[in-house]
């Protein structure tokens, strides 16, 4: 047996107390002062904006779980979800025809509500430049529409037929900059958010507008054929980061405190596939927050996706999350693969997360829904606030 003399026992017993300071500190070294927990509230495969009651329980609940962040969709399938003095000049309805918004201003009701519940309110412009191919807004402006190099305008999203309003064309900047504006200015929300519709499917872009646009930038020559091209990819890829900059001017003249959010794909699928170049634009200090949509189920994969270097150097400028699949109309997804999405989220040292979308979080399930809400209260088990650049969020 080892005999310590006083002196050597002191300093072992001062060594030992400083490490277990260090263990105990750690807690407080993961976990982040805030976080984001959020969720996308959308009238696809959900009924949650179409009634009252049903809107006010569900954010109740979210409340109870400790989600501090609802993003609202407010323009989707052609058509505004609150009531539009601009949509109703240009589409000739103020209001989505659902008849669950009828005689309502849902807008209104979520920021109301939403803040009661100390829920940040983020509307988003779900359907950016797309609309559904039969729509009141194709048919009263098909002049608007993109296309092809064929000719051809219609793009599947599953099952639907949708089309692409030119986003170059300035009546359509004009209308997309104006209901932007319109929110901000009349409605008490936290920011706007965008997502890679907010670009172009690289395909399209072949219309007569865009082809004189080209021609005079390059000496007359067309499009070129190859709608990879890199340097046509650029090019229209840069046109659309020239609009954002437009945007974020007109939101922050207004409301400087509106937070400009972005919650694409990876940026390889973002750009090449989109034309959305949230790179760029986060360098540019367009973005005020990326949510970043990372929906995979195998969590090798899912970590791949968090350390790419543009994500890794956007963590240093702004708060950036992680979008997860909580599941779809025909594909739920289980807790245990949210729980261990969420806790690699954490471990990466991200903002925080959010959810894709409410109705999967307990409704749409193959679990029932007190499992699954007992799953996100041991997510959350304690309230927090969502980080805010402009608040003074600093990288962890």
Not at 155 to 165: I, Q, S
Not at 226 to 253: C, G, M, S
């Given at each position: 047996?080892?005999?310590?003399?006083?002196?050597?026992?002191?300093?072992?017993?001062?060594?030992?107390?400083?490490?277990?300071?260090?263990?105990?500190?750690?807690?407080?070294l993961?976990?982040?002062?805030?976080?984001?927990?959020?969720?996308?509230?959308?009238?696809?495969?959900?009924?949650?904006?179409?009634?009252?009651?049903?809107?006010?329980?569900?954010?109740?609940?979210l409340?109870?779980?400790?989600?501090?962040?609802?993003?609202?969709t407010?323009?989707?399938?052609?058509?505004?979800l609150?009531p539009?003095?601009?949509?109703?000049?240009?589409?000739?309805?103020?209001?989505?025809?659902?008849?669950?918004?009828?005689?309502?201003?849902?807008?209104?009701?979520?920021?109301?509500?939403?803040?009661?519940?100390?829920?940040?309110?983020?509307?988003?412009?779900?359907?950016?430049?797309?609309?559904?191919?039969?729509?009141?807004?194709?048919?009263?402006?098909?002049?608007?529409?993109?296309?092809?190099?064929?000719?051809?305008?219609?793009?599947?999203?599953?099952?639907?037929?949708?089309?692409?309003?030119?986003?170059?064309?300035?009546?359509?900047?004009?209308?997309?900059?104006?209901?932007?504006?319109?929110?901000?200015?009349?409605?008490?929300?936290?920011?706007?958010?965008?997502?890679?519709?907010?670009?172009?499917?690289?395909?399209?872009?072949?219309?007569?507008?865009?082809?004189?646009?080209?021609?005079?930038?390059?000496?007359?020559?067309?499009?070129?054929?190859?709608?990879?091209?890199?340097?046509?990819?650029?090019?229209?890829?840069?046109?659309?980061?020239?609009?954002?900059?437009?945007?974020?001017?007109?939101?922050?003249?207004?409301?400087?405190?509106?937070?400009?959010?972005?919650?694409p794909?990876?940026?390889?699928?973002?750009?090449?596939?989109?034309?959305?170049?949230?790179?760029?634009?986060?360098r540019?200090?367009?973005?005020?927050?990326?949510?970043?949509?990372?929906?995979?189920n195998?969590?090798?994969?899912?970590?791949?996706?968090?350390?790419?270097?543009?994500?890794?150097?956007?963590?240093?400028?702004?708060?950036?999350?992680?979008?997860?699949?909580?599941?779809?109309?025909?594909?739920?997804?289980?807790?245990?693969?949210?729980?261990s999405?969420?806790?690699?989220?954490?471990?990466?040292?991200?903002?925080?997360?959010?959810?894709?979308?409410?109705?999967?979080l307990?409704?749409?399930?193959q679990?029932?829904?007190?499992?699954?809400?007992?799953?996100?209260?041991?997510?959350?088990?304690?309230?927090?606030?969502?980080?805010?650049?402009?608040?003074?969020?600093k990288?962890?």
């Amino acid at each position: 047996m080892i005999k310590l003399r006083r002196p050597q026992l002191f300093a072992l017993l001062l060594a030992l107390s400083l490490v277990v300071g260090l263990i105990l500190q750690q807690p407080a070294l993961t976990q982040a002062k805030t976080e984001l927990r959020g969720v996308w509230l959308t009238n696809i495969d959900s009924d949650v904006l179409f009634g009252r009651d049903r809107l006010t329980n569900a954010l109740k609940t979210l409340k109870q779980l400790n989600f501090n962040t609802i993003y609202p969709t407010v323009w989707n399938w052609g058509y505004t979800l609150y009531p539009s003095p601009v949509a109703q000049k240009v589409i000739g309805r103020s209001l989505d025809p659902e008849p669950g918004l009828q005689g309502r201003d849902l807008l209104r009701e979520l920021t109301t509500q939403g803040h009661k519940n100390g829920l940040a309110v983020i509307p988003w412009f779900e359907f950016g430049f797309m609309a559904p191919s039969d729509s009141s807004l194709a048919k009263r402006h098909p002049d608007w529409l993109t296309s092809r190099r064929d000719g051809s305008k219609i793009w599947l999203e599953g099952k639907h037929d949708r089309v692409w309003l030119n986003p170059f064309r300035p009546e359509v900047q004009n209308f997309i900059q104006n209901l932007v504006v319109e929110i901000v200015s009349k409605y008490d929300v936290d920011g706007i958010q965008f997502d890679d519709h907010f670009g172009l499917p690289a395909e399209l872009g072949y219309d007569a507008y865009t082809t004189k646009l080209y021609q005079q930038e390059h000496f007359g020559k067309n499009p070129p054929a190859n709608p990879q091209d890199p340097e046509w990819v650029r090019w229209r890829a840069n046109k659309i980061t020239q609009y954002l900059q437009k945007i974020f001017k007109a939101v922050k003249t207004r409301k400087p405190k509106c937070i400009i959010s972005i919650a694409p794909n990876p940026q390889r699928v973002s750009y090449q596939l989109f034309l959305a170049d949230w790179e760029k634009w986060e360098r540019q200090g367009l973005v005020e927050e990326l949510v970043l949509q990372v929906y995979r189920n195998d969590l090798k994969v899912f970590m791949q996706e968090l350390n790419y270097p543009e994500v890794k150097i956007a963590k240093k400028h702004i708060p950036v999350s992680i979008g997860i699949l909580s599941g779809l109309k025909d594909r739920s997804v289980a807790s245990a693969q949210i729980q261990s999405q969420v806790e690699a989220s954490r471990e990466q040292g991200f903002a925080g997360v959010s959810f894709f979308f409410y109705e999967t979080l307990w409704n749409l399930s193959q679990e029932k829904p007190p499992i699954r809400q007992s799953a996100f209260k041991s997510l959350f088990v304690q309230p927090k606030s969502r980080p805010n650049l402009l608040a003074g969020w600093k990288p962890e």
